[in-house]
């Protein structure tokens, strides 16, 4: 672990970091469409976007496709298992190149007058444009778009470069930007993790809201009743209180985890030390990631925002590599599934009725608790990139 890793992992307890005086967003920012269009473009089309794990396209062809902003994006692992993300544009008119939302190709060819481009985007077929003088065709590949990884996760980023002499505008390249976190999950391998399955929610609230409510168990003893026996709703310490990355963890049994039977489900993620057998750890990643932490598996959710008051938001459960060949019958990823389905569920419920008070003329912008410190932290940092 570096050192920025550990002076990171000093733990607060939540209310320890609140800040008095925080409220709730006003009303505007959870239904006006300008504020929706100016988040695509402030913060959707220009930080570092989750897209995928790289799991999801193992074999050279594999693709799939993402919506950022207002691009579609294709992201595809080349001949020499390179991943690579191009604008699913066509170079001859424009045509949308890839319509399915994931698949196998030996070539991107275009549906309309097949142009044919390779997995590394250049253009290697062109039907009679040989006929035009001039024409070259090293002169029209697919136009990339920045991808990097973090951990085996897929981000894009759709911002322009950054200007090398003035170190102005654009993008920060991906390890600058993931330096405060780099070294954290070393021992969870999140690189190597599969997915054993993904849900697609259609949440109709804001996408705020959902970070708002990840980032607090002040209503856990309410609305999640089955995970309040699991962990105690008020053991959360955090050791990201301020900025793009936020949370920390809370408390399990050892040898427990967050599942229908309470157990663990499978194999140990791999070699965690120490305390971090009986804990949870939850991390919001902005603008889109939810990352979730349990001994034996790891939860990420994928926030898509759709409209003001309309979010999909992507949901998987990755596995260690080798916990489904254990003889033991200790793997059983339907119980930690289950478990986070049916709290996902009643998560978005409570998101979906606040969507509908917030847009009442009644609404106000309410006072945080100070079990609220890290919503009312991801707020500001919301605050902060929308001003930028
Ligand atoms: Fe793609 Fe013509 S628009 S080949
Ligand atoms: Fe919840």
Sequence with gaps: MNKTAQAASVFRKTADTFAAGAKTLPQQYFVSEKIFKEEQTKLFARQWVLVGHQSQIANAGNYFTAQVASESVIVVRDQRSSIRGFYNVCRHRGTRLCQ???GQVRAIQCPYHSWTYALDGRLIGAPHMDEVPGFDKANYSLRPVKL??????????????????TERGGYMP??????????????????VLRSAKRIEYDVRANWKLIFENYSECYHCPGVHPAL???TPYDSAENDLSEGPFLGGFMRIGKGKSL??????CA?????LQGENHSRVFYYSIFPNMLLSLHPDYVMVHQIWPMS???????CDWFFHPEAAGVS??????DDAIEFWDMTNRQDWHVCELSQQGIASSAYKPGPYSARESIPAAWDREYLRSMKD
């Design 148 to 165: 990097a990884l973090w951990e085996g996760f897929i981000f894009v980023n759709l911002a322009p470069a950054r200007n090398a002499s």
């Design 100 to 102: 399915d939302s994931s």
């Design 267 to 271: 194999l140990p993620l791999g070699n």
């Design 228 to 230: 309040s026996k699991l």
């Design 308 to 314: 003001p008051e309309w979010t999909c938001i992507l």
């Design 259 to 264: 599942s229908m039977s309470g157990n663990a």
């Design 174 to 191: 991906l390890e600058e930007w993931f330096a405060p976190l780099a070294g954290k999950f070393a021992h969870w391998n999140l690189p």
């Design 328 to 333: 033991d019958n200790s793997y059983n990823p």
